[in-house]
T-cell receptor
Framework: RKEVEQDPGPFNVPEGATVAFNCTYSNSASQSFFWYRQDCRKEPKLLMSVYSSGNEDGRFTAQLNRASQYISLLIRDSKLSDSATYLCVVKGNNAGNMLTFGGGTRLMVKP | NAGVTQTPKFQVLKTGQSMTLQCAQD?????MYWYRQDPGMGLRLIYY???????DKGEVPNGYNVSRLNKREFSLRLESAAPSQTSVYFC???????????FGQGTRLTVV
């Protein structure tokens, strides 16, 4: 089993739709959680951190469920510019501050 | 503030050739990483350096070596390139605690 698993998609949604992605992680000792965004042929960039209490940034909401070991990302009112790959990232309690990446979920927002 | 700078951006090698990918960061981060990204595989950690003077293997270290030259620079070397090393390589750096990782723009390497 992969340490961090995501549905690769693609998720094809119309503009204005609400879309949600889930990610599961296997290491119950994981400490920190993030969503990164990666545009085609570009480097990953931080979208948002995921806190135990959940957090919201504009149209984006991230939730963490430690008991079930999953993280979610909700995007409301999708824009064409949201089309990208969304990477779920987990940091365990390991030396070196290492991050483990999921394979990514591809989102395509259509007019 | 340049962040993380990787060179080169593109490279084509013949099987058996060697090359070094360069990475430098100007954010005074202790931790630096090399990842490779292949279709459907996500980012996989090759090597990392928790601090200047230390390096450790990641998930897929075979065929690679690294050098943490100083706090700023972390290079990745392919001694004898193989077609299986065709990939996109990303360097990243990170501060302490739960801070985000910053990535370079990537190196697209093709081994023929």
């Amino acid at each position: 089993r992969k340490e961090v698993e995501q549905d690769p998609g693609p998720f094809n949604v119309p503009e204005g739709a609400t879309v949600a992605f889930n990610c599961t992680y296997s290491n119950s000792a994981s400490q920190s959680f993030f969503w990164y965004r990666q545009d085609c042929r570009k480097e990953p960039k931080l979208l948002m951190s995921v806190y135990s209490s959940g957090n919201e940034d504009g149209r984006f909401t991230a939730q963490l469920n430690r008991a079930s070991q999953y993280i979610s990302l909700l995007i409301r009112d999708s824009k064409l510019s949201d089309s990208a790959t969304y990477l779920c990232v987990v940091k365990g309690n390991n030396a070196g501050n290492m991050l483990t990446f999921g394979g990514g979920t591809r989102l395509m927002v259509k007019p | 503030n340049a962040g993380v700078t990787q060179t080169p951006k593109f490279q084509v090698l013949k099987t058996g050739q060697s090359m070094t990918l360069q990475c430098a960061q100007d954010m005074n981060h202790n931790s630096m990483y090399w990842y490779r990204q292949d279709p459907g595989m996500g980012l996989r950690l090759i090597y990392y350096s928790a601090s200047e003077g230390t390096t450790d293997k990641g998930e897929v270290p075979n065929g690679y070596n690294v050098s943490r030259l100083n706090k700023r620079e972390f290079s990745l070397r392919l001694e004898s390139a193989a077609p299986s090393q065709t990939s996109v390589y990303f360097c990243a750096s990170r501060g302490p605690g739960n801070t985000e990782a910053f990535f370079g723009q990537g190196t697209r390497l093709t081994v023929v």
